[in-house]
């Protein structure tokens, strides 16, 4: 999936507010799915990705280390079929993960 969001990178989501302005940029008509922000937060990573060569952002692990957690992750290769390179050139590629039971500080650590 893509996401028109307008800022590409590392994003943390901490409550339905930015919740729903995330979710209002995605290709999608269904409903958005409740988070209980008391109890997870959102880590998000939106990438540029080239219609002729097309990647995606991969989270490999998250580590917790002194209330800090660090979302270990790299863009890879997307084999996936696209509808079209006037959609994927409007579109990022992201992903959200749920962090559980985390309230502190989220860093995001890319891979080469």
Known sequence: MSTSYPEAGPH????VDAWSAF???LPT???MPEVDFDK???AVV???SEPKMPVRPFVER???RDQT???HWRAVPDRRPHINE???ARHRPFVVIGIIGHSGQVRFVEAR
């Open 86 to 88: 006037t959609i994927a």
């Open 12 to 15: 943390v989501i901490r409550d």
């Open 62 to 64: 998250v580590e917790a």
């Open 46 to 48: 939106i990438v540029e």
């Open 69 to 71: 957690a660090f979302v």
């Open 23 to 25: 979710w209002a940029h």
């Open 40 to 42: 997870a937060t959102l």
């Open 29 to 31: 008509e269904k409903p």
